[in-house]
């Protein structure tokens, strides 16, 4: 198993590590503060290529998702400086690929222009009540009528609402109860007057990602807007890939929480001994279980990243899993750890640890939380999944 970054992506790699400690970090705490999207670091994004990771190189990308070790370094490093921005960026290069994915040639092209153009293609599939076992139909319904799809609803946790360009909506499409077979793709331009507000976003953590509802009504779309076919956004070797790149992001926040205590620990002394207080052996403890907890994470994240080239997103799906379980709780952990070694400046809004501690506990719950990757990592071993059972 070769976990080495591909000297052809180094430079993304390096690039992302300068960005996110140059231009992403020093913003991050105002676009957390005033719960509004991170639009000047992610223009410079844009600018610097890393909205394109995804797309075909044929048509103008890194197609960054044929070699996934890159793609979640790259995303882990970016999220050091900002994890709201990070994770933005992971959902529309996820939802560009998918789209890329499953579209005709005519709108991979489509796709391909609208992400060379700077324009931002936000995921919407949430619905109040609806599981994350995706075993319901949706209430947000398209109704095709003539050369068009006409689109009702109402959407909650819609990153990126009012901001993105482009929304790719999950819909039901016609009546039958199989989402398998009804639950579908539909790519709108943002600006249709059929979409507004609904709800405004003013959440405890990842408030950067204005993660608003959105209320749909009378969205007419010609029927070419229709990505794939039905069943698509579900499709076993698609939908798995979102929760990697969601373990890379939010452990950055368990990696910025590491890497600024453990600075702020070796300059900080107190009387009457006036040394660091990494002189002090429980100090020490809890530096070397947060630093076990951070390789630990990085290493599930860099199988699974693995996993998914070697066997492809459906064998891989328990492993992505797991590694979004331990990074999860190493990150929580790791930011608890840090703000115990701060003591009680690790509180105050004037340092980071604080933010970075909610952005982590954020990571428990997204979906998938930590119980359905449990639940998916068991039932792959109870059902003698090859890649789980083994020792790849």
Same mark, same amino acid.
């Given at each position: 198993?070769?976990?080495?970054?591909?000297? %052809?992506?180094?430079?993304?790699?390096?690039?992302?590590? !300068?960005?996110?400690?140059?231009?992403?970090?020093?913003?991050?705490?105002?676009?957390?503060?005033?719960?509004?999207?991170?639009?000047?670091?992610?223009?410079?994004?844009?600018?610097? +290529?890393?909205?394109? /990771?995804?797309?075909?190189? %044929?048509?103008? +990308?890194?197609?960054?998702?044929?070699?996934?070790?890159?793609?979640?370094?790259?995303?882990?490093?970016?999220?050091?400086?900002?994890?709201?921005?990070?994770?933005?960026?992971?959902?529309? *290069?996820?939802?560009?690929?998918?789209?890329?994915? &499953? +579209?005709?040639?005519?709108?991979?092209?489509?796709?391909?222009?609208?992400?060379?153009?700077?324009?931002?293609?936000?995921?919407?599939?949430?619905?109040?009540?609806?599981? =994350?076992?995706? *075993?319901?139909?949706?209430? =947000?319904?398209?109704?095709?009528?003539?050369?068009?799809?006409?689109?009702?609803?109402? %959407?909650?946790?819609?990153?990126?609402?009012?901001?993105?360009?482009?929304? =790719? /909506?999950?819909?039901?499409?016609?009546?039958?109860?199989?989402?398998?077979?009804?639950?579908?793709?539909? /790519?709108?331009?943002?600006?249709?007057?059929?979409?507004?507000?609904?709800?405004?976003? *003013?959440?405890?953590?990842?408030?950067?990602?204005?993660?608003?509802? /959105?209320?749909?009504? *009378?969205?007419?779309?010609?029927?070419?807007?229709?990505?794939?076919?039905?069943?698509?956004?579900?499709?076993?070797?698609?939908?798995?890939?979102?929760?990697?790149?969601?373990?890379?992001?939010?452990?950055?926040?368990?990696?910025?929480?590491?890497?600024?205590?453990?600075?702020?620990?070796?300059?900080?002394?107190?009387?009457?001994?006036?040394?660091?207080?990494?002189?002090? #052996?429980?100090? #020490?403890?809890?530096?070397?279980?947060? %630093?076990?907890?951070?390789?630990?994470?990085?290493?599930?994240? #860099?199988?699974?990243?693995?996993?998914?080239?070697?066997?492809?997103?459906?064998?891989?799906?328990?492993?992505?899993?797991?590694?979004?379980?331990?990074?999860?709780?190493?990150?929580?952990?790791?930011?608890?750890?840090?703000? !115990?070694?701060?003591?009680?400046?690790?509180?105050?809004?004037?340092?980071? &640890?604080?933010?970075?501690?909610?952005?982590?506990?954020? +990571?428990?719950?997204?979906?998938?939380?930590?119980?359905?990757?449990?639940?998916?990592?068991?039932?792959?071993?109870?059902?003698?999944?090859?890649?789980?059972?083994?020792?790849?």
């Amino acid at each position: 198993m070769d976990l080495t970054l591909n000297p %052809k992506n180094q430079d993304l790699f390096e690039r992302a590590k !300068k960005i996110a400690g140059e231009s992403l970090a020093p913003r991050a705490e105002m676009y957390d503060r005033e719960a509004r999207f991170p639009r000047e670091s992610f223009d410079m994004l844009i600018r610097e +290529g890393f909205t394109s /990771l995804t797309l075909p190189e %044929k048509i103008g +990308g890194r197609e960054l998702y044929s070699d996934p070790t890159a793609y979640v370094m790259i995303l882990h490093e970016l999220a050091k400086g900002c994890v709201n921005t990070a994770m933005l960026l992971h959902m529309h *290069n996820s939802i560009t690929h998918f789209l890329i994915t &499953l +579209g005709t040639p005519a709108q991979q092209e489509r796709v391909a222009a609208i992400v060379r153009g700077g324009k931002i293609i936000a995921s919407h599939g949430g619905e109040a009540g609806t599981s =994350t076992q995706w *075993n319901r139909r949706l209430d =947000t319904r398209a109704e095709r009528i003539g050369d068009k799809y006409v689109i009702n609803g109402r %959407k909650v946790f819609c990153s990126m609402a009012g901001e993105a360009d482009y929304y =790719t /909506l999950w819909v039901q499409v016609g009546d039958d109860p199989d989402v398998r077979k009804s639950l579908s793709f539909l /790519l709108c331009p943002a600006d249709h007057p059929g979409f507004t507000i609904d709800g405004q976003w *003013n959440s405890y953590a990842m408030r950067g990602t204005v993660s608003h509802g /959105l209320r749909i009504e *009378n969205v007419d779309v010609p029927a070419d807007c229709l990505i794939g076919k039905g069943g698509d956004p579900i499709r076993v070797d698609i939908t798995p890939k979102f929760g990697l790149g969601y373990s890379a992001v939010y452990l950055g926040a368990g990696a910025a929480a590491y890497e600024w205590v453990l600075d702020y620990a070796r300059n900080r002394k107190l009387k009457p001994d006036n040394v660091p207080i990494t002189s002090y #052996q429980p100090i #020490q403890r809890l530096i070397g279980e947060m %630093k076990i907890e951070l390789e630990k994470g990085l290493l599930m994240i #860099q199988r699974a990243a693995w996993t998914l080239k070697t066997f492809g997103a459906e064998e891989a799906f328990p492993a992505i899993s797991a590694a979004k379980f331990t990074a999860a709780e190493a990150s929580a952990s790791i930011t608890d750890k840090a703000i !115990k070694i701060a003591g009680g400046s690790g509180l105050l809004r004037d340092y980071p &640890l604080e933010r970075y501690h909610r952005e982590a506990r954020a +990571g428990l719950v997204m979906p998938p939380n930590s119980e359905k990757c449990l639940d998916t990592v068991a039932k792959s071993l109870i059902e003698a999944n090859p890649v789980m059972a083994g020792t790849p």
